[in-house]
């Protein structure tokens, strides 16, 4: 193999792998400057676009290097071959998971542009002990108080995306169920806020891994007959969409319960 062929494989691979750390490293600083605090969600959400955005191309690229590499080094007969492809490799496994976080954050097809959501949408659950630390939240706790929403219009949008989050009627004392609930909030890692037996009453705050994000729950439990009936809701402090967060959130604690 001559100089020249060996020197273009060999910046071809090296490339590669610099353009695939490079967009898998973008994806880390959209998050990683969050939590140290160099910027705030918005900037990280644009990284976050711009890595999506280039990252597929730069990873079928880099699958394309891969195999031109392995192939013109073993028929050149380079004793390279293993190290220039295993670089290439490297660089286009990162483009593709600088592709594929991203991609996961992208909300189902169907999903509201909205941050609040309660299994009681007539009365839903209201925030009290949780209130001073939404002091400067751009989201009010007001069910459907935001910018362009209705509480009616809310409430629509939530019960066509989420009818399966309704309000839940268990055949248990309250004070069973609210200790239940209050193990399920433990075992989801939330935040306890407070926890009100007297009132059937639980506020915790769930923090996103990703972005840091600090969404707020309340749960109220409320005598009804021999058993009892118990609502939640999950509202994030900041974003006019959730990409279904909070409706997981719910889904999930209601599982755990």
């Known amino acids: 193999m001559n100089n020249k062929s060996n020197l273009a494989l060999t910046s071809i691979a090296i490339l590669t792998l610099v353009a695939g750390l490079g967009i898998g490293g ?9 939590w140290i605090g160099l910027w705030d969600f918005r900037r990280g959400f644009a990284l976050l676009q ?11 690229a880099g699958a394309i290097i891969t195999v031109v590499v392995t192939v013109l080094g073993s ?26 976080i991203p991609e996961s954050y992208r909300p189902p097809e169907g999903t509201p542009p909205i941050h609040d959501v309660s299994t009681d949408t007539v009365n839903p659950p209201e925030y009290i002990a949780i209130l001073p630390l ?12 935001s ?15 989420f009818p399966d989050l309704k309000t839940v009627t268990i ?42 994000f600090k969404d707020d729950i309340v749960i109220r439990i409320r005598p009804a007959g021999s058993g009892s009936v118990i609502d939640a809701r ?6 006019g969409g959730d990409a279904g967060t909070n409706a997981r959130r719910l889904r999930a604690f209601f599982a755990a319960l």
Not at 77 to 98: D, E, Q, S
Not at 175 to 203: D, H, K, N, T
């Open 26 to 34: 973008i994806v880390l600083a959209s998050a990683a400057g969050i």
């Open 50 to 60: 711009f890595a999506n955005t280039h990252a597929d191309w730069i990873a079928l």
């Open 75 to 100: 028929v050149l007969k380079t004793g390279r071959t293993a190290k220039l492809a295993g670089l290439a490799l490297t660089g286009t496994a990162a483009a593709a998971l600088g592709y594929f």
């Open 134 to 145: 939404r002091a400067d939240a751009p989201n009010t706790t007001v069910y459907g108080g």
């Open 147 to 161: 910018q362009g929403m209705t509480h009616e219009r809310l409430a629509e949008l939530q019960t066509e995306a």
């Open 171 to 212: 055949d248990a004392r309250p004070q069973e169920v609210f200790e239940r609930a209050l193990s399920a909030v433990e075992e989801l890692g939330w935040q306890l806020v407070a926890a009100l037996p007297e009132e059937g009453r639980i506020e915790a705050t769930d923090t996103t891994f990703w972005f840091r």
């Open 234 to 239: 999950s509202l994030s402090r900041v974003g």
